[in-house]
């Protein structure tokens, strides 16, 4: 006897443990959208500390940057004694109040 479609050998019969084996798939399709529901998650909350870790260290570096041209700036008003473009101690310190 042919099966439903015209397939030899299938009889209407085996569709008892069809339903089990459907149970059974859709089981373990459930328990893998959990598992990637649970990965989408800490996907996002990797992503979001790497943003804030992002804009931290670009904080820190514009931070830096004002500092070394802030340092720089004050380097060129007061150079250190000794430099050979410099005048004396005592002109710089007219100029400059601030220079020791």
Same mark, same amino acid.
Request: proline share 3%; aromatic share 4%; net charge negative.
């Given at each position: 006897?042919?099966?439903?479609?015209?397939? =030899?050998? #299938?009889? #209407?019969?085996?569709?008892?443990? !069809? %339903?089990?084996e459907f149970d059974a798939i859709n089981s373990t399709l459930d328990q893998? @959208?959990?598992? /990637?529901?649970?990965?989408?998650? &800490?996907?996002?909350?990797?992503?979001?500390?790497? @943003?804030? /870790?992002?804009?931290?260290?670009?904080? +820190? &570096? /514009?931070?830096? &940057? +004002?500092? &070394?041209?802030?340092?720089?700036?004050?380097?060129?008003? *007061? =150079?250190?004694?000794? %430099?050979?473009?410099?005048?004396? $101690?005592? !002109?710089? @310190? $007219? !100029?400059?109040?601030? *220079? $020791?």
């Amino acid at each position: 006897m042919s099966g439903p479609n015209g397939d =030899p050998h #299938i009889s #209407i019969d085996d569709g008892i443990n !069809d %339903d089990e084996e459907f149970d059974a798939i859709n089981s373990t399709l459930d328990q893998i @959208n959990s598992y /990637l529901d649970d990965l989408e998650d &800490r996907n996002d909350s990797l992503n979001g500390k790497l @943003n804030e /870790l992002m804009e931290s260290n670009k904080q +820190a &570096r /514009l931070e830096f &940057r +004002a500092q &070394r041209l802030g340092s720089q700036t004050q380097e060129e008003q *007061c =150079p250190v004694d000794g %430099d050979s473009s410099s005048s004396s $101690k005592e !002109d710089l @310190n $007219k !100029d400059n109040g601030d *220079c $020791k």
